[in-house]
């Protein structure tokens, strides 16, 4: 609800500020950024669709502008590291590319400038900025901390169940499963045989297993990590039977697939090896290009299966927000790219190269959906996800390493369902108590 | 006639080698042990504070730092000895006289896996033992062996680390030896050799006791390499699945870059170097006393 009433008084500052500045002139981009003509900003970028899309786009600001922004290109797995570490030496970065999970770390650092710095500068701030046009579960959860907004979502996935229809009219389906129930009952049994698998879960020991793997079967089925006084709630019924149901639903599954990781999984439902896969909205183009994917005709979408307790899809993504250690022109230059990249304006070309906006307006043409196979299911999910999919507090990084070690164990079987939670519950309130969540200097925020 | 070299040459010259190591080896040294004694977490620079030796305790207790221990160990004791037996054979081969063309083209292709990166050998790794994709199952095939689960299953993923090490660093040990067998005085080997027909008996009396000096280079060397296995594990399995494959290297790497603990993982680097000095003492000590 707090985040909620923030998102709601950004809008209106947002509003306040289209007015003030409608009554003294227009204001264009190129306008309010001559006095950062010639500033160079460093930013980090990955190697995956949405920046690819940024990077096509990039020429056009920099010609507007005069601007230059300048990205490397790093692998996900380094991306935090990265940063934490320029953050700390005080180094080049000028904007901070942030996963969900990260926020509540880089906030707390002071790493961040929040974004009514720049809303609330009428030079700055873009009159058709409308932060109420975002998703608000993804301008919270990727850009939003204890109440105060830093990063403009930028890189926006959701978890869809990606399908081979061909695979699943053969096998008598006409429809994808509608529960997790239907999966491994139905689905299952019926789409594994003669060396295919009726599905895929990405469990490799990374924050793929935490985020991709582990927290996927927890939520669904009522579960989640912590309880409401931060202990852990892996040991309830509900985080059990969602566990569970994991291990269960390894059998209609290939084979080491605690070694699969997204390009694993993406390529074996692309290779036409498995009938089903939940994945992140990002990896529409790959399975859908016939250079990358022997079953592109045959693919589907849809949002992922609901469990007990609901939908509650794999919720992730990436939001940019200016990094206070930039100088006073870099940050003014890095909020107008920001601002810029995750405008409406900009949306549909974003959509068109390959990005995923989190702009509602870019999703309103029914037409769309024709072209981009994924825009109901996407919609459908950033309407039934939860912010705290995985908890987005400092402690995350310690925490999820945690996870991967004893998630991927329960996967092998090294150690039972219950002894693998316990163990991690044990451990994270370990963490969580040397961080003060216990004793009242912190508060218990995700 | 004796030659008094003044102070100050002397200076000159160790002078430029004593500051770069200072400043590249011994300044960066106390400054982990500097770090090992406090909490130090990137994420929680405002909680940061002297610990004393309390980092040291809890390594020293942790159970997930001995098992890294325990399958680098495991790692060292299975790879090391195949590499002496097959770089020993090699480096004998090579050493035998003739065919100079084809030895010389050998030498040559012997250095080619260690000039490639581990971080590469590691990435090609994963690919080549891809069990559906992989070409390694794809030529077992061909031969009527189902494919094997090279990454996924945690037994299979060690063992492919071990061969791994063992393609990686064999021609190493085998360009080694076979300088240590050029050593070997040609007249006491020939004359050895009119003595008995045995190629054991030469090697065992003549040829090894010239060969302790590379043994005991090697043992070293390995010891450290096996110890700071990082890139090769940390590209194929990342340490997985599970923990089977997270040797000590990937274990501290975690720690520092990942946890951002690096108090933590600075105590754990400081432990691996005094191990590392230990097992170096003591090879000299046990093996160079038959040389002296």
Known sequence: MKLKMHVSALALASAATVGAAGTVQAWTLEEAAKPYAGTELEVLFLDRPGYNAAIKMLPEFEAATGIKVNYTTVPYENALGEQVRDFVAGGDLDIALIDLVWIGNFAENGWLVPSETFINDAALADPDLDMADFFPLILDAFGSWNGVNYGLPFDNYSGLLFYNKCMLEAAGFTAPPATWDDVMNTYGPALTKDGKFAYALQSKRNETQSADSFARFLWPFGGSFLNAEFKSNLMSAESQAGLKFRQDLMKFMPEGIVAYDHAETVNAFAQGDVAMITEWSAFYSTVVSPETSKVADCVAIAPEPTGPAGRKPALGGFSLAVATQADDAEKAAGWLFIQWVTSKAKSGQYLEMGGVPGRQSAYADPALAETYKFIPALVESWKDGVPEFRPRFAEWPAITEIVQEWGTKMMLGEVSIEEGSKMIGEKMEAVLAEAGYYDGKKPLAQ | ?292
Do not use: C
């Open chain 2, 1 to 292: 006639m004796t030659l008094r070299v003044p102070r100050r040459t002397i200076a000159a010259f160790l002078g430029p080698a004593v500051a770069a190591l200072a400043l590249v080896g011994i300044a960066p040294l106390l400054y982990a042990v500097w770090k090992s004694l406090h909490y130090f977490n990137l994420t929680k620079l405002a909680q940061q504070r002297f610990v004393g030796l309390d980092n040291y305790a809890s390594v020293l207790t942790d159970p997930v730092f001995w098992q890294a221990m325990g399958r680098t160990a495991l790692l060292f004791a299975i790879s090391v000895p195949v590499q002496i037996a097959l770089g020993l054979t090699i480096a004998l081969v090579l050493h035998r006289p003739g065919l100079t063309f084809w030895k010389t083209l050998t030498r040559l292709s012997l250095v080619l896996p260690m000039a490639t990166t581990y971080a590469v050998v590691g990435l090609l790794a994963q690919v080549m033992l891809n069990e559906k994709y992989g070409v390694i199952n794809q030529m077992l095939g061909w031969i009527g062996v189902d494919a094997i689960n090279f990454i996924g299953d945690p037994t299979n993923a060690f063992i492919a680390v071990i061969l791994w090490d063992i393609w990686q660093w064999t021609p190493f040990v085998a360009l080694v030896l076979l300088a240590g067998l050029s050593t070997v005085p040609p007249e006491i080997e020939e004359a050895a050799k009119l003595e008995t027909r045995s190629d054991w008996t030469v090697l065992r009396h003549v040829q090894l006791p010239f060969l302790v000096p590379s043994l005991v280079a090697i043992l070293i060397l390995r010891t450290a390499d096996t110890l700071k296995l990082f890139d090769m594990p940390f590209t194929m399995t990342r340490g997985g699945p599970g923990s089977a494959t997270e040797f000590i290297a990937v274990l501290i790497e975690r720690v520092g870059n990942r946890q951002f603990d690096i108090g933590l993982a600075a105590a754990q680097s400081i432990i691996m170097l005094a191990l590392t000095i230990f097992l170096a003492r003591l090879y000299i000590k046990v093996f160079y006393k038959e040389v002296r």
